[in-house]
C-alpha cells in the first residue's frame, strides 16, 4: 500500500484563489516532497521538507510539516490556469531508498 | 538537453511478448529509480540503483520483471511474457546523492498490452 494519502481528491477553483491541499502518512519519514504532474508527463520536483523542518517557501508555494500529526500540507496563492495539474506527495522513511506517493490531488484552475 | 529520457515514449505489444524500455539519466547523478504508474494513481516505486548495483526492489515486484544498469550509467526494464495488467506508465527518475530525495522524472513510457 502506498505511504501517503492526498486530500482532497480533486479541487477547482477560479484564478487568484489559493489552493491547499494535504498528505497524511503513516510512517516516521526522513523528508517529505511534493511533485507536479501535468497530463500525460513525468512528475516534476516542487518542494522537499525535512523531518525537522516545520513551513518551507518556495515562490508561491507554501509547505507545512507536522510529525507529530504525520500530516503535510501544500498551499499554493494566487493560482494560475498554468497550476492546473495533479499533485503527489511522497515519503521517503529509508534514507533515499525507497519513496512512496501518494494517490495525489488533481488540482483545476478555472481562468 | 540535460534532462531524464526515455526511450520509446510509447509501446504496443501483444500479450505474452517481451518489451524492454530505456532510461538515461542526468549524467551526474548516480541514482536511478524505476516506478510504474496506473491512471487516477500515484507512481509506485518498482526498484533502485545506486551507480550499478541495484540497491532495492519492490516484493510487489513480479519475476518477469527485470532491471539493470551496467556500467552505472543509463537503465533497462524489461518485462518478460507481458500481460494486460502490465499496461501502465514506466517512469524512470534520477537523483544524487547528497541531494538524497529530490528526483528528476524523465517523460515516461506508456505500455500498452493488447
Known amino acids: 500500500s502506498q505511504q501517503g494519502e492526498e486530500d482532497p481528491q480533486a479541487l477547482s477553483i477560479q484564478e487568484g484563489e489559493n489552493a491547499t491541499m494535504n498528505c497524511s502518512y503513516k510512517?516516521?519519514?526522513?523528508?517529505l516532497q511534493w511533485y507536479r504532474q501535468n497530463s500525460g508527463r513525468g512528475l516534476v520536483h516542487l518542494i522537499l521538507i525535512r523531518s525537522n523542518e516545520r513551513e518551507k517557501h518556495s515562490g508561491r508555494l507554501r509547505v507545512t510539516l507536522d510529525t507529530s500529526k504525520k500530516s503535510s500540507s501544500l498551499l499554493i496563492t494566487a493560482s494560475r490556469a498554468a497550476d492546473t495539474a495533479s499533485y503527489f506527495c511522497a515519503t521517503d522513511f529509508s534514507s533515499g531508498n525507497q519513496f512512496y506517493f501518494g494517490t495525489g490531488t488533481s488540482l483545476t484552475v478555472i481562468p | 538537453d540535460t534532462g531524464v529520457s526515455q526511450d520509446p515514449r510509447h509501446k504496443i505489444t501483444k500479450r505474452g511478448q517481451n518489451v524492454t524500455f530505456r532510461c538515461d539519466p542526468i549524467?551526474?547523478?548516480?541514482?536511478l529509480y524505476w516506478y510504474r504508474q496506473t491512471l487516477g494513481q500515484g507512481p509506485e516505486f518498482l526498484t533502485y540503483f545506486q551507480n550499478e548495483a541495484q540497491l532495492e526492489k519492490s516484493r510487489l515486484l513480479s519475476d518477469r520483471f527485470s532491471a539493470e544498469r551496467p556500467k552505472g550509467s543509463f537503465s533497462t526494464l524489461e518485462i518478460q511474457r507481458t500481460e494486460q495488467g502490465d499496461s501502465a506508465m514506466y517512469l524512470c527518475?534520477?537523483?544524487?546523492?547528497?541531494?538524497?530525495?529530490?528526483?528528476?522524472f524523465g517523460p515516461g513510457t506508456r505500455l500498452t498490452v493488447t
Open positions: 549524467s551526474e547523478h548516480n541514482r
Open positions: 510512517t516516521s519519514i526522513n523528508n
Open positions: 527518475a534520477s537523483s544524487q546523492v547528497r541531494l538524497a530525495g529530490e528526483q528528476y
